[in-house]
């Protein structure tokens, strides 16, 4: 290892220690804030004061990160936003750290690239290391996008695969003589030892009819939250049930059994899906282990005794 090479650890070595002492003292503070936040957090009270001064000291750091990757306007009525209400982000503070973490992760993920090639790579072609930053920060600008999209995707799973239960169960409420408003009340309470994200989704369409909003808005508005085609079409018969004067009850017997259904067949699909998913695990991990295995010592046989009469020959 020439000087060169000693001298390029060290000042990254450096460089590393000190931009994470300096986040450290960012977030958490000096020595002496500490023992102060220690005579002072005596309270549960205190203990929310501290974590929102966190939450206030991150979000501060994320804000002008944030604005480098903010879109120029509009962006707030676009179908970005949606795409948080549909993941369950609600909080005012998620589309800063979105727009932070992209701008974050552009510089991040090809100065890790950068920092491979340099340690480890003895033999760098220029066009190659331009082409691997370019690949790389696209991958870190786009990889909030990714995450987000997982997120969305898992809740509106979990939305369908709950909410035949929940129509169940206001069936039953209606049945019983309670009004549409108190049976979603009733369910959103019931519901939440299965699915905390559809309770809330009721809850939030409880608090709308409580606000003075309309019924029809209130259940657009859970649709829209949630971006499940099922719940959509479930709203929709719920508007025209309450706009005709038809059997609510029936209505959502009839939906119910759909949703069970389609969850019957999503889930048929997805066991269907299996042997073709295990098949390339299969072919390219154990096939060959059990090649190895079995036909090993026959070749090893063959080889010490069938070459040497070959040979002879």
């Known amino acids: 290892m020439n000087i060169y090479a000693m001298s390029f650890y060290f000042l990254f070595f450096l460089a590393v220690t000190a931009s994470m002492w300096l986040l450290l003292q960012f977030v958490v503070g000096t020595p002496v804030e500490q023992r102060l936040k220690r005579l002072s957090d005596e309270s549960a009270s205190d203990e929310l004061a501290s974590e929102g001064q966190w939450h206030e000291r991150v979000l501060a750091m994320a804000g002008p990160l944030g604005k480098l990757s903010l879109p120029k306007g509009g962006w707030e009525r676009s179908h970005l936003r949606t795409r948080f209400m549909n993941a369950g982000l609600r909080n005012a503070s998620a589309p800063a750290l979105y727009f932070a973490a992209k701008t974050v992760l552009t510089f991040l993920v090809p100065a890790l690239f950068l920092s491979y090639v340099g ?11 331009i082409l691997g930053i370019t690949f790389s920060a696209a991958f870190g600008y786009y990889l909030p996008t990714i995450v987000l999209a997982h997120l969305v995707k898992l809740r509106q799973r979990e939305l369908f695969e ?5 129509l169940d169960l206001m069936i039953v409420c209606i049945e019983a003589g309670l009004s ?3 049976v979603i009340a009733r369910a959103g309470e019931e519901v939440r ?3 905390a994200a559809l309770a809330d989704e009721l809850h939030l ?9 309309s019924r029809e808005q209130a259940l657009r508005n859970l649709a829209l939250r949630s971006g499940v085609e099922e719940i959509d079409a479930l709203v929709a018969m719920l508007i025209q049930a309450d706009r005709f004067g038809t059997s609510i009850a029936d209505s959502l017997r009839v939906q119910s059994d759909s ?4 969850r019957r067949i999503r889930a048929e699909e997805m066991a269907a899906k299996i042997p ?5 695990p ?6 060959p282990a059990l090649l190895v295995v079995l036909m090993g010592p026959a070749v090893l046989s063959i080889h010490r005794i069938l070459l040497p009469m070959f040979r002879q020959f």
């Open 119 to 129: 340690l480890w790579s003895e033999r760098t072609n220029s066009m190659m290391v």
């Open 162 to 166: 709950n909410f035949p239960d929940a």
């Open 180 to 182: 549409l408003d108190a």
């Open 193 to 195: 030892i299965n699915s």
């Open 205 to 213: 369409v409880t608090l709308e009819l409580r606000a003075g909003a």
């Open 259 to 262: 949703l069970r259904s389609k």
């Open 276 to 280: 073709t998913k295990m098949l390339f």
């Open 282 to 287: 299969l072919i390219f991990c154990i096939f």
